[in-house]
Every structure is written in structure tokens, then in C-alpha cells.
Nanobody, 121 residues
Framework: QVQLQESGPGLVKASQTLSLTCTVS??????????WSWIRQPPGKGLEWMGA???????YYSPSLKSRTSISRDTSKNQFTLHLSSVTPEDTAAYFC?????????????WGQGTQVTVSS
């Protein structure tokens, strides 16, 4: 059974870079045909897809966040990492890593439990 677990700082100062790591167990991040995504949910708002890294290593980003976002992976540790630069208080949110099945628009399963990040001004 595949499981995902987010890790990273719960508090970041404005203008800094936020880095969150997702550790995957029970399955390889290089296995065909899965996409490993980051999704966030600001307080009182809906889910926002941020980007993904494919089994092939290709990356995909939300146009609205592309200039500040990068996703990398460490296949030896079976982890992928989100980097979000120049954060502001508007980046305060619960951040989730999620596996996407088949295509970028495929089913989202499973989800990590999520990690709350607060950006202080």
C-alpha cells in the first residue's frame, strides 16, 4: 500500500523559500505511469494544484505559480520536494502531496496527511 508523508517547516518568514519534502513508501516514484503532485489549501479556500513531477522526471507547474515553484526528486530516497520561493502570507496553507494515476488529470490517490505552513510577515 502506497503511503505519502509530508515534512518541512511549519513556519516560514516572508521572502524566504519554502521547501517541503514528500516521502513515499510502498511504491517507487519512478514507476509507470504516476505523477507526484503538490496541492495546497489556504484557510477558508479551495484546493489549488501547484505542480507535479512525473515518473519520468518531467515537471509540470501551475501557470500562476510557475515563476516561484520548482519540484525535484531524490530517487535514492524515494522522495520529491517542493520549493516555493519569495513566499508571502498569502502562501499560508495546508500543503498536501498526492499521487496522480495515469495522467495529470487522473485520480488523486493516495494523499499525504498534509502539513500546515504559516508564512509570517
Amino acid at each position: 500500500q502506497v503511503q505519502l508523508q509530508e515534512s518541512g517547516p511549519g513556519l516560514v518568514k516572508a521572502s524566504q523559500t519554502l521547501s517541503l519534502t514528500c516521502t513515499v513508501s510502498g511504491g517507487s516514484i519512478t514507476a509507470n505511469y504516476y505523477y507526484w503532485s503538490w496541492i495546497r489549501q489556504p484557510p477558508g479556500k479551495g484546493l489549488e494544484w501547484m505542480g507535479a513531477i512525473a515518473y519520468s522526471g518531467n515537471t509540470y507547474y501551475s501557470p500562476s505559480l510557475k515563476s516561484r515553484t520548482s519540484i525535484s526528486r531524490d530517487t535514492s530516497k524515494n522522495q520529491f520536494t517542493l520549493h516555493l520561493s519569495s513566499v508571502t502570507p498569502e502562501d499560508t496553507a495546508a500543503y498536501f502531496c498526492v499521487r496522480v494515476v495515469g495522467t495529470l488529470e487522473g485520480p488523486l490517490s493516495p494523499w499525504g496527511q498534509g502539513t500546515q505552513v504559516t508564512v509570517s510577515s
